[in-house]
């Protein structure tokens, strides 16, 4: 059975359960798939110096991880995820924020 994205970008898959990130692992790229009912909320940010526009993978405080995006400086949104249960954040970029943002209201992950 293969599901349909709702949204596809170079950056991510968003289905109806879940969000793959394309290029999450480091060095190798693989990809990650988070569920939404492990995404405790999202937060879109503008970025700044401080929230990560110039990471462009990786982490900087062992606290939250970016998946690789060569152009993250450029983004108008960083979306940071808080998941269940774990420590670790999801900052994550998309080439159409505005949609991204919208399907991520419609899902409840953002208040």
Wanted: aromatic share 14%; proline share 6%.
């Amino acid at each position: 059975m293969r599901i349909e994205p709702i949204y596809s970008d170079r950056l991510v898959i968003i289905t109806s359960d879940a969000i793959i990130f394309k290029r999450y692992y480091y060095p190798r790229g693989e990809p990650k798939r988070v569920m939404f009912t492990d995404i405790k909320r999202i937060i879109p940010k503008s970025p700044s110096l401080w929230n990560g526009k110039w990471r462009l993978h990786g982490t900087g405080t062992f606290t939250t991880w970016f998946p690789e995006d060569q152009n993250r400086p450029t983004r108008d949104r960083i979306f940071f995820a808080k998941l269940k249960n774990k420590w670790v954040k999801v900052a994550f970029t998309v080439e159409d924020s505005q949609r991204v943002e919208q399907i991520l209201r419609d899902k409840g992950l953002i208040a």
